[in-house]
């Protein structure tokens, strides 16, 4: 499974993005799609997720703020972020992982929340 990211950049406090990824290679065997985030100093954690079924989790300092989408037919996933905070900027990764368990990740995309 091969995973390209898109959408990051340079937002002010409040603002919006949106990130997207698309997904190719193996789809069929994609269970999981979502995004992790890692802020400098800090370890990678969760954002959000999205399984096959429709099933989201998000982390609790996003809820009410993001919201991930799937696109089955596309092979694609979205996370649309709104409320931006500073505490937000981070190198976000997109990732999938198959029925096998198998864990892949695309290239990273910056967010900088900054005025």
């Known amino acids: 499974v091969q995973l390209q990211a898109s959408g990051g950049g340079l937002v002010q406090p409040g603002g919006s993005l949106r990130l997207s990824c698309a997904a190719s290679?193996?789809?069929?065997?994609?269970?999981?799609m979502g995004w992790y985030r890692q802020a400098p100093g800090n370890q990678r954690e969760l954002v959000a997720a999205?399984?096959?079924?429709?099933?989201?989790n998000y982390a609790d300092s996003v809820k009410g703020r993001f919201t991930i989408s799937r696109d089955n037919a596309k092979n694609t996933v979205n996370l649309q972020m709104n409320s931006l905070k500073p505490e937000d900027t981070a190198v976000y990764y997109c990732?999938?992982?198959?029925?096998?368990?198998?864990?892949?990740w695309g290239q990273g995309t910056l967010v900088t929340v900054s005025s």
């Open positions: 990732f999938a992982v198959t029925r096998g368990g198998a864990h892949n």
């Open positions: 290679g193996t789809i069929f065997a994609i269970n999981t």
């Open positions: 999205v399984t096959s079924g429709g099933t989201t």
